[in-house]
């Protein structure tokens, strides 16, 4: 399974930015998206992510993570529709009205999930915790606490997928196309997930305490995160950005 999270080494101008400003140009982009009104907008963003994914050489990540993002759109778009009645019936039960609101709603799930992906398939997670304290003045703990969140988020798939080898192994087909009876097969899974998740963060806690995690600072990293004129002008150009959201 593909991990759309793992880093990404690169040489790009993108790689060499401040972790915080990667930060920026996603959160840029996500406001961008929930501001904008139009299809046009929504799909220059989109486009935008794009690129900048395919400059960076994670464009493979973002169409992994599209895979699994189109059916949950399409379940959305179907929802939206089916509450949505005002305006004209287009199809069946679909009304233009709710066919335009569930289209959008679908294209900001995707303007919202690929740009924090493709920002994190760049940056190292040791880099953003480090930076976001440095820069944002953000506590460690914090900053440590989401970070290691999203390094358990591999653990706990790869987790997952032995316990479901363990099952195939054991005669569980869960290759059925039934959804009612694939859910019935995956809830018991979360019980011995649930049990190995415990035991790796307590793991991870002693681990820290007894590096002296309580003691760490804003200085105690040896590494530091000037932000520079490259930066500073990526930020204006997300101030703009946010700007055209607004106006489009």
């Not at 915080?20 to 982009?29: D, F, G, Q, S, Y």
């Not at 920002?119 to 944002?136: G, P």
């Not at 979360?190 to 309580?214: H, I, M, N």
Request: hydrophobic share 50%; proline share 4%.
């Amino acid at each position: 399974m593909v991990n759309v999270i793992d880093y990404v080494p690169g040489d790009t101008l993108l790689h060499k930015l401040n972790p915080v400003t990667k930060l920026a140009i996603a959160a840029a982009i996500i406001v961008a998206t929930f501001l904008s009104g139009t299809y046009v907008m929504l799909f220059c963003l989109l486009a935008l992510t794009f690129c900048l994914g395919f400059y960076a050489h994670s464009a493979g990540k973002l169409l992994s993570l599209l895979k699994l993002l189109v059916p949950i759109a399409i379940v959305m778009l179907l929802l939206q529709t089916a509450f949505v009645r005002e305006g004209t019936v287009v199809l069946w039960w679909m009304t233009d009205t709710g066919l335009i609101t569930g289209s959008k709603a679908c294209l900001r799930l995707l303007g919202v999930a690929l740009p924090l992906i493709l920002m994190l398939s760049v940056t190292k997670l040791n880099d953003l915790a480090n930076a976001c304290v440095e820069v944002l003045h953000i506590p460690y703990r914090y900053a440590f606490t989401f970070t290691t969140a999203l390094r358990f988020v591999p653990v706990f798939s790869q987790e997952m997928n032995s316990i479901m080898e363990a099952q195939c192994a054991r005669g569980v087909e869960y290759d059925t196309k039934n959804p009612i009876r694939k859910l019935q097969l995956m809830l018991p899974l979360c019980v011995p997930l649930l049990v190995s998740s415990v035991g790796k963060t307590d793991a991870t806690a002693l681990a820290a305490e007894q590096r002296g995690f309580y003691l760490r600072t804003r200085e105690s990293s040896y590494k530091r995160y000037p932000m520079e004129g490259a930066d500073r002008m990526v930020l204006v150009l997300c101030l703009a950005l946010i700007v055209l959201g607004v106006l489009f």
